[in-house]
């Protein structure tokens, strides 16, 4: 019986490495574009880089989970990795941009220790979870490919600010 769900989803995005990494991995954009982060915050206020710590609070298979997590790598506009310290959940996993002649490719892992009682159901919870991350990432490829004026810059450039969508209120 398996204890751990691998989640491995990748998507072609039409803007650039650098603008993907910009926006998907500062942490603090989760909300906007990955369903059931409810909020999330770090303890920087710049832009991400190893050594900081996330705290998200994400609704997950009905039930509201709290999740402190530390940034274990970050190479500027090609990959960040994380690692959680504490919370509801124990996992790992990263986030990581490749330039291509029509845009980027964003690529998400991660990977979680189930507690005893899902474990009978560890195949079905991560079908379920790679689904909602490839749909996840469908909606961060809409918002990057959105012409420029209609973004909010001042997050993808790394100064204060979200897109404030409600996507995750559903």
Do not use: K
Request: glycine share 6%; with cysteine.
């Amino acid at each position: 019986m398996r204890n751990t769900i691998i989640i491995d989803q990748h998507i072609t995005v039409a803007a650039t490495a650098e603008t993907v990494f910009a926006f998907a991995c500062d942490y603090r954009n989760d909300p906007d574009w990955r369903s059931g982060v409810r909020a999330m915050s770090t303890d920087s206020q710049g832009a991400t880089r190893a050594g900081d710590h996330t705290h998200e609070v994400m609704r997950v298979l009905g039930r509201t989970t709290r999740t402190e997590a530390i940034i274990t790598a970050h190479e500027p506009n090609r990959y960040t990795a994380f690692r959680t310290t504490a919370g509801d959940l124990t996992a790992n996993g990263s986030r990581r941009t490749q330039s291509t002649s029509d845009g980027s490719i964003f690529t998400y892992h991660a990977e979680a220790v189930l507690d005893p009682p899902l474990r009978p159901l560890a195949g079905l919870i991560e079908w379920i979870f790679n689904r909602r991350a490839a749909r996840d990432l469908r909606t961060l490829a809409e918002l990057l490919n959105q012409p420029a004026p209609r973004r909010n810059l001042a997050s993808i450039s790394g100064e204060s600010g979200h897109l404030g969508s409600e996507r995750n209120n559903r």
